[in-house]
């Protein structure tokens, strides 16, 4: 793995190579190679003398050439097919007009963030590296990151997800309510042991503790009453009790 970093603002590219090397440290990814520069024919240079499936943050205004990014990113592509890229930029509005250079970008990253929500962001990233190209098992956090919110909560404390309002979701844990904008449908993507169980209710499988048929609800661990929709109770019994004699339940 390499990490290659396309930036003119020295301090903002000495900025991301910190988060990187912290990032790295902390999920344990060994030490690392970044490389920056703000000159994109340098990057594709050093390809050559790196594995491929590299992952790549690119500014995309370099030098006042407004889509320089864009056209670095089709040149790696040239090369490596399977990187993954994301373009950190003050110029999110590009992000529309993005798929016209067909380098298919994991994401768009606003330098304008938080630095904990831009460490988060990058950190998604190098999550996705690890997860996709080097075959290791990803913490075991539950990570949801769309256009509107980067959300990371341990997989052990998910309760249950729900539809609070249209496109406003709530994620509940036993000791607290974290709302953002999202769809259930993505919730549910993320992991198998997440659930549907109803048109507005994503439900932890290894939280729950009995299903009242009867009712047609299950119960959670933090005794909350999720209910289950006539068209998903088969699906939901036989996740349960699959999970149930996996887990010697």
């Keep these: 793995m390499s990490v290659f970093i396309l930036e003119d603002d020295v301090i903002q590219a000495e900025k991301l190579k910190r988060m990187i090397r912290a990032i ?119 990570i949801l990151e769309n256009t509107h919110a980067t959300i990371r909560v341990p997989f052990a404390d998910i309760e249950y997800v729900m539809t609070a309002e249209p496109h406003r979701l709530e994620l509940i844990t036993a000791n607290r309510v974290i709302r953002f904008y999202g769809k259930l449908k993505e919730v549910e993507d993320r992991d198998e042991r997440l659930i549907r169980c109803h048109q507005s209710y994503v439900v932890n499988v290894e939280k729950i503790v009995e299903f009242n048929m009867k009712e047609k609800v299950v119960v959670l661990t933090n005794e909350a009453r999720v209910p289950v929709s006539r068209r998903l109770f088969k699906k939901v019994n036989t996740t349960w009790q699959h999970y149930l004699s996996k887990n010697g339940g």
């Design 24 to 142: 790295c440290e902390e999920q344990k990814m060994g030490d690392v190679p970044i490389f920056a520069t703000s000159k994109g024919e340098r990057i594709i240079e050093r390809i050559a003398h790196s594995s491929r499936n590299n992952i790549y943050f690119l500014d995309i205004e370099i030098k006042n050439e407004e889509q320089k990014g864009f056209k670095v990113a089709q040149d790696i592509r040239r090369v490596d097919e399977w990187g993954i890229i994301a373009f950190i930029t003050t110029h999110s509005e590009f992000a529309p007009i993005s798929y016209q250079y067909m380098v298919s970008a994991l994401t768009f990253i606003d330098k304008h963030l938080s630095q904990e929500t831009l460490y988060a962001r990058i950190e998604t990233c190098l999550l996705k590296y690890k997860q996709s190209n080097q075959g290791f098992a990803p913490v075991n956090d539950f």
